[in-house]
């Protein structure tokens, strides 16, 4: 079983710039490919698909909407994933839940695919 546990969400202007930290429990945290997605309030709809990140660090992958504005990075001595949120837009606002999936390599048909989750941190952007 693996814990994540997200922080870093709060209020922000729009074109201000936060970070979120997702910190995870487990001794092969650098086999684990990490992921963000997101939720807007009221939406039923399933969690977007932000970024990805591969066991290394060294792949990500983006959804187009976020691209150029957010960075995802992984710290395997940290145990934590981070996003690295900059040039925000009320469109951004959501719940951000961080997502992992031990063992499994980032590819672009695995990277939306997650088998635990955080419960979530909530990111709001005024205009």
């Known amino acids: 079983q693996v814990q994540l546990v997200e922080s870093g969400g709060g209020l922000v202007q729009a074109g201000g710039s936060l970070r979120l930290s997702c910190t995870a429990s487990?001794?092969?945290?650098?086999?684990?490919?990490m992921g963000w997605f997101r939720q807007a309030p009221g939406n039923g709809r399933e969690r977007e698909f932000v970024?990805?990140?591969?066991?290394?660090?060294?792949?990500?992958y983006y959804t187009d909407s976020v691209k150029g504005r957010f960075t995802i990075s992984k710290d395997n001595a940290r145990n934590t994933v981070y996003l690295q949120m900059d040039s925000l837009k009320p469109e951004d606002t959501a719940v951000y839940y961080c997502?992992?999936?031990?063992?499994?390599?980032?590819?672009?048909?695995?990277?939306?695919?997650?088998?635990?989750w955080g419960k979530g941190t909530l990111v709001t952007v005024s205009s």
């Open positions: 487990g001794r092969t945290f650098s086999t684990y490919t």
């Open positions: 970024a990805a990140i591969s066991w290394s660090g060294v792949t990500a």
């Open positions: 997502g992992a999936r031990p063992g499994i390599p980032l590819t672009k048909t695995t990277m939306k695919t997650m088998d635990y």
